[in-house]
């Protein structure tokens, strides 16, 4: 704390994944001493404890795939696997003191905000009272199953990616997968490898761009042991690299998306040969209009002689396999759904009730929104991370947190020192926010013609359509002429955001 006039809040994290680590060692630099974190489950992680399917890692380079304040020297892999990526955020953790600080299998099942304060509910039965509340719930955590006619009376094994069974043994057997985006991809690059069968059932074809992985050696992470500074440097050149190739390409079209075009397309073309199966193959929208796949082994693994690309659509699930349209029956041991999340549920179906007793479900029933992302007009001294639009295009989920984890702390920062009575964004200001991210979607190329998990009920993106370094630059301070004044102060509006970018 500056001085002994700042308050020092009571804050409760929900959530000890990637963001709630970072949330609660930024809380403890800004001097707030009085802080909860609740975990449901039993480790620290989020979506890396929860995914441990085959071949789980992380398309955005390691070195790009860490916290700025902290490289990693012990990368095994330019695109980290699972595990590596699960053991760096337990050794954050346990390093800078989150995780005696996290009580586990405790989630919350009520939030309700009453005269300024918020009053929790625990799955344990347990309350807390607390001044601010920071949902660090992630997007992709709500697994999605496929609304098939008799998906529940197939009668071998089947699990959603995000829920691998390990128990079962895939070797030599007769497999499914239903889904081929980002995760079905990594999946099926290493379970065709051993399965005696693998039929992949693709409704839609997706965009890959091939970047190869690579094994780092001792000597090449023992250069960086100790060595902050050399990490850095490699953390930002790789940062460039992907703003200048995905990020650009996707927001603003142009030239580089012409080139990133060029290039799926002739690696579709010189990785498949079969004209039919290349056909198969082929998607027709815009590339980048679902997340773009970065994988060098997936069009490997479809043309392996035990892998089989099954377009012809599923009609419904029986207990012995999948039947696609025109009666084909598919007879299967293991059905796998990797068939992707409810990104738009991200806190709930926790009971988040707001000032004047706004629950969320009401406060989102029309769109889900928020005004710059993290703030949510009704529910005063509540933030919720990675909230709508936060996305950045094929950017790392990391790098995004830490901008919205600085904004929160300001926030913060301005009720300490009495400046705020209490932080909440203006239903004025968050419609304005999202006329301004409507404004930016026509170029992007999320509006390309396609359906994904980028889009919202009414078919909209909720991603952010501008470049990465003008988010960083609206973020970098609160705008306070957009926070609800109990008592008012003289305050001076900043420019509109776009004449200012
Ligand atoms: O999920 P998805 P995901 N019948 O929603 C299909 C992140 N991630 O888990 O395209 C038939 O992309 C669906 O078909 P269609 C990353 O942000 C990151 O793969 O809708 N098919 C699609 O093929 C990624 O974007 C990493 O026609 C059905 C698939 O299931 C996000 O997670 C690694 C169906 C779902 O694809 C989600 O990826 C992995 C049905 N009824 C994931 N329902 C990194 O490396 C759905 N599908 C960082």
Redesign the pocket.
Same mark, same amino acid.
């Given at each position: 704390m500056r001085n002994s006039s700042v308050k020092n809040p009571s804050v409760v994290v929900i959530g000890a994944g990637m963001t709630g680590i970072l949330i609660a060692i930024k809380l403890r630099e800004a001097g707030i001493s009085d802080v909860t974190i609740l975990e449901k489950a039993d480790k620290v992680g989020g979506t890396w404890r929860e995914?441990t399917y085959p071949g789980?890692?992380? !398309? *955005?380079p390691a070195h790009m795939y860490t916290y700025a304040f902290q490289g990693n020297p012990e990368w095994r892999h330019r695109?980290a696997h699972g595990d590596e990526i699960q053991a760096y955020f337990e050794k954050i953790s346990a390093d800078y003191g989150v995780t005696s600080q996290v009580r586990f299998n405790e989630s919350v099942d009520a939030c309700h905000y009453r005269d300024g304060k918020w009053y929790l509910t625990t799955s344990r039965g347990n309350d807390l009272v607390a001044d601010f509340v920071i949902a660090a719930t992630g997007i992709?955590h709500h697994p999605?199953y496929? !609304? *098939?006619p008799g998906l529940d009376s197939f009668a071998g094994a089947m699990f959603h990616?995000a829920r691998w069974d390990h128990a079962v043994d895939l070797r030599g057997k007769r497999v499914g997968i239903?889904?081929?985006? /980002?995760? =079905? =991809?990594?999946v099926i690059s290493e379970i065709s490898k051993t399965a005696g069968s693998l039929t992949i059932? &693709? @409704?839609?074809p997706?965009w890959i761009l091939d970047v190869a992985d690579k094994d780092y050696s001792e000597k090449e992470q023992a250069r960086l042991r100790g060595n902050q500074g050399l990490m850095d440097k490699l953390r930002k050149r790789y940062a460039w690299l992907i703003r200048n190739t995905f990020t650009e390409a996707v927001s603003a079209g142009g030239w580089r998306h012409a080139l990133l075009s060029w290039r799926v397309k002739r690696y579709l073309r010189r990785s498949v040969k079969d004209p039919a199966l290349r056909a198969k193959l082929t998607p027709d929208y815009k590339v980048g209009c679902? @997340?773009l796949i970065?994988s060098s082994t997936f069009y490997q693994a479809v043309q392996r002689p035990n892998v089989r690309l099954e377009t012809a659509g *599923?009609e419904r699930i029986s207990e012995q396999g999948v039947i696609t349209r025109g009666g084909t029956r598919h007879e299967l041991d293991v059905l796998i759904l =990797?068939?992707?999340?409810h990104p738009f549920n991200f806190m709930r179906p926790m009971d988040l009730t707001g000032r004047d007793g706004l629950s969320i479900d009401t406060a989102w029933s029309r769109k889900v929104q928020a005004y710059r992302s993290v703030c949510l007009p009704g529910f005063p001294n509540f933030f919720l991370m990675l909230g709508p639009n936060s996305p950045v295009g094929n950017y790392s989920v990391i790098a995004m947190s830490e901008v919205q984890g600085d904004y929160v702390l300001k926030l913060i920062d301005r009720w300490r020192t009495g400046q705020l009575q209490s932080v909440e964004a203006t239903e004025e200001a968050k419609v304005r926010f999202n006329d301004y991210l409507k404004q930016g979607m026509g170029t992007t190329a999320w509006v390309g013609g396609c &359906? /994904?998990?980028y889009l919202d009920a009414d078919g909209e993106p909720a991603l952010w359509p501008y470049s990465w370094n003008r988010w960083v630059r609206e973020m970098a301070e609160p705008d306070l002429a957009d926070f609800r004044r109990d008592t008012p102060v003289e305050i001076e509006p900043r420019q509109p955001a776009e004449k200012a970018a």
């Open positions: 995914n789980v890692a992380c !398309d *955005i695109f992709l999605a496929p !609304d *098939i990616t239903i889904g081929t985006g /980002s995760t =079905a =991809a990594q059932f &693709q @409704r839609t997706q679902k @997340r970065v *599923i =990797a068939t992707g999340f &359906q /994904s998990w």
